[in-house]
């Protein structure tokens, strides 16, 4: 008998998934939308696989319970044209990637991230940790992938175990891509030291999920950067290192990052790095900028480095996203 079942008295076994949505007096459903109140007792793995990946209207830990189940009863060995065992072929070292933008990791630059995967119908999970898994940053988040072709998930780091049913590797790993939102950096790293995160995100990096964001999101990805995480004024913060170098995010928007970025670098506090506006940003494989985008006309990426004992602040040639366009590397 497969887990997750349960076996009735002189019936044939009973899918588990079905103890959720019993109409009881005493236990209420775990989702009451249209498609869940259907009688589809006769085909659980397609129950589960839309309450794991399609409900709107489910709690996070029961959608986190059925991803696993499906995620178990997805993975199973298939062949294709070349006869082979999908695992018995040999692959192609996949390509780290990470897209981040200066600020507005918006619909324009979710479709970008989800064109990178390669994917029908990517898997896209949002990771809120430095907006302190704000509901409000979450509901724009799907609110952004709503018209896009693309499956959204959410990740809360501000758990307890009771209602946390996947390990973080569980989750994260089973994505096409990750999402960061903007917020403290500072406490973003923190937290992601403590509960192990930041080295899910390595593997996820190494496994070629595509990772990314903007601000917050975007800055975590370098050796360090320029932070509001502190009270006060803006001061300096170390990240994950993934990319070389340093960042500034929201170049064009707040009046006190550009001079103190430049002023950073030419006194060696910060190493030489990428400067972004808000709505541009860059797209690297590896640890190689392989492209500078921005999705609004105005929207700059820099590079600022010294020169000859000199700050330079070296303009990158962008090329311009939007919701009609196509992703081309």
């Avoid at 992938?145 to 758990?159: D, G, K, R, T, W």
């Avoid at 891509?177 to 995160?197: M, R, Y």
């Avoid at 990096?205 to 004024?233: M, N, Q, V, Y």
């Amino acid at each position: 008998m497969e887990p997750g079942t349960t076996k009735p008295k002189g019936g044939r076994p009973r899918d588990g998934v079905w103890a959720d949505f019993d109409e009881s007096q005493s236990k209420p459903r775990a989702c009451v939308c249209t498609w869940c109140r259907l009688e589809m007792k006769s085909e659980p793995k397609r129950m589960i696989h839309h309450l794991a990946q399609k409900c709107k209207q489910i709690d996070l830990a029961v959608r986190n319970k059925y991803l696993l189940r499906w995620n178990e009863m997805s993975t199973t060995t298939h062949e294709d044209d070349t006869g082979l065992p999908r695992k018995m072929q040999k692959t192609s070292h996949k390509k780290r990637k990470i897209l981040i933008a200066g600020g507005g990791f918006n619909t324009v630059f979710i479709k970008y991230m989800a064109a990178l995967t390669g994917k029908p119908r990517p898997r896209i999970c949002y990771l809120p940790t430095a907006a302190g898994d704000q509901e409000s940053s979450i509901i724009k988040f799907y609110e952004h992938c709503a018209s896009l072709n693309v499956e959204p998930f959410v990740q809360l780091s501000f758990i307890s175990s009771s209602k946390q049913i996947l390990d973080w590797d569980e989750m994260l790993l089973s994505m096409d891509a990750i999402v960061c939102s903007g917020g403290n950096t500072v406490n973003q790293q923190a937290i992601w030291k403590a509960h192990g995160i930041d080295d899910v995100l390595k593997q996820a990096w190494d496994k070629g999920i595509i990772l990314g964001g903007a601000s917050a999101g975007g800055l975590c990805w370098f050796e360090e950067g320029t932070t509001d995480s502190r009270p006060k004024r803006l001061s300096t913060v170390k990240c994950l290192g993934f990319l070389p170098g340093s960042h500034c995010p929201h170049y064009d928007v707040e009046p006190e990052r550009r001079p103190l970025y430049q002023k950073l670098i030419s006194t060696g506090e910060l190493k030489p790095g990428y400067a972004c506006d808000n709505d541009a940003g860059i797209y690297f494989e590896d640890t190689e900028a392989v492209r500078a985008v921005t999705a609004r006309a105005d929207a700059k990426v820099y590079y600022v480095s010294m020169v000859g004992g000199q700050i330079q602040e070296q303009q990158i040639p962008t090329h311009s996203i939007n919701l009609d366009s196509s992703c081309t590397i």
